[in-house]
């Protein structure tokens, strides 16, 4: 399998929301989006979506329910739903998460972080294998925020996704807004983990809103896009610039206008990698 | 392969999602108060997703409903919005705490689905009758037809 999974150069899109439809519908120069996959009946796909397909948008189907760091193994039925919007999207990829959303019969109704630890890697690659072999098509995990963290870990987060990139040949979706509420949380470097990880590995890229509050950073998509998550963007864009960035707006929309320029400054932060690399090359030399 | 690891991995995921869902504790080692910061904001979540699914009940209790809600279903296991919803509705009504203007709402649950836990829905013809305030609320349900009167 080569690095590239998608298509080209796909921009910087925005996830596909219902709310949002008639945003996406009026942005012609959008290449890229984004539908979580189990609000989709590949069946019966809004009308809207499917125009978007047919103007020639890659649109990725995002699974948020297969549970893929859980200890139990991966339900056939909900890889066949992901497999089938997969189909129906004409999608090249899709992806999901480094997590686990349900144990011992209960749902918890949120991405819970998994363990990094060897015996946590070993499922989690098995249940990966399981999924790539159901899946039509490349899938690309992502990398979640969670304030919680495990007291066992036996490897760093940039670590344990090397490796199970490695084991698997999984590609990562690359959240950078996750990475920067991570970093603050729990207090270590994030452009320490963009220089860890394996970024030709990297699918495409999410970038979200958060706020704090009680001395925690929360990833709400929600809220405006932190100067220091665009940051991150071109942090990222000055070691590798990825195939495709994709803005997530989940809730308390904002006028048009506010989305759009949220996704100009992601444009903007990805751009000022390219002016200022030739400097950090540079400095490199100089310090080699 | 790995099924020393899945039981190993089983039981500790299990624990962590006790402590935040069921109100289990915490497990050794963790954060606890990192775990109750999660376990608040998944009740949230959970009664976010309830608001846009019963609007007239967070219309009704307006800035009491996240408190209200979430107080409601922190001990209980994550049901989906309806299921959820309709447990705090069905409280609230016992307890004779359900806000004017949101009975017809709950009826229009209970004429649709069975209380089995299961959400299935009914079959035949329903009709539930309650009062919201001083009025009669009457909802009527044949097949996939809705009718509110009141």
């Known amino acids: ?155 760093e987060e940039p670590a344990f996704l090397a490796e199970l990139v490695e084991r698997t040949g999984v590609f990562l979706l690359l959240d950078v ?55 991150l963007v071109t942090a990222l864009c000055a070691r590798r610039r990825p195939p495709g960035i994709l803005l997530e707006r989940d809730a308390d929309f904002p006028p048009d206008d506010e989305l759009r320029a949220e996704l100009t400054a992601i444009e903007r932060a990805a751009a000022r990698a390219t002016a200022r690399h030739p400097q950090e090359a540079g400095r490199d030399r100089r310090g080699a | 392969m790995t099924d020393g690891a899945r039981d190993r991995l089983g039981r500790a995921q299990a624990a962590l999602v006790a402590a935040l869902v069921l109100g289990g504790p915490v497990p050794a080692g963790f954060h606890s108060e990192r775990v109750r910061a999660t376990a608040e904001a998944l009740v949230h979540k959970r009664a976010g997703a309830v608001a846009q699914r019963w609007p007239l009940l967070a219309h009704a209790l307006g800035a009491d409903f996240l408190p209200v809600a979430g107080a409601l279903l922190a001990p209980l296991p994550p049901g989906g919005p309806l299921r959820d919803g309709w447990h705090v509705a069905r409280t609230l009504r016992d307890e004779g705490r359900l806000p004017p203007g949101v009975l017809a709402e709950l009826l229009a649950v209970e004429a649709v689905y069975r209380q089995d836990g299961n959400l299935r829905p009914r079959r035949g013809m329903t009709v539930r009758i309650g009062r919201d305030g001083g009025r009669w609320v009457v909802v009527l349900r044949a097949g996939r037809r809705l009718l509110r009167m009141g």
């Open chain 1, 1 to 155: 399998m080569t690095a590239a999974t998608l298509p080209g150069d796909l921009g910087v899109g925005i996830g596909w929301r219902p709310e949002l439809a008639h945003l996406l519908a009026r942005l012609p120069g959008l290449r890229l989006s984004e539908v979580v996959a189990e609000n989709l009946r590949p069946g019966h796909l809004p009308a809207a979506l499917t125009d978007l397909v047919a103007r020639g948008v890659t649109v990725v189907p995002h699974g948020v329910s297969l549970s893929l760091g859980g200890a139990e193994p991966v339900e056939r039925a909900r890889l066949a739903h992901l497999a089938a919007c997969a189909a129906a999207l004409d999608a090249p990829l899709v992806s999901e998460h480094v997590a686990f959303v349900r144990a011992g019969g209960v749902e918890a109704g949120h991405l819970l972080p998994v363990s990094r630890t060897r015996d946590a890697l070993d499922v989690l690659c098995e249940n990966i294998r399981t999924a790539q072999a159901e899946l039509p098509v490349p899938l690309a995990l992502e990398n979640i925020a969670a304030p919680l963290d495990w007291p066992d870990a036996q490897m």
């Open chain 1, 177 to 231: 807004a996750n990475l920067y509420a991570n970093a603050r949380n729990h207090g270590y470097d994030a452009v320490g983990y963009l220089d860890a990880i394996p970024l030709d590995r990297v699918a495409y890229v999410h970038v979200g809103g958060g706020i704090e509050h009680d001395g925690l950073y929360h990833d709400t998509h929600a809220h405006p896009v932190p100067d220091g998550v665009l940051d």
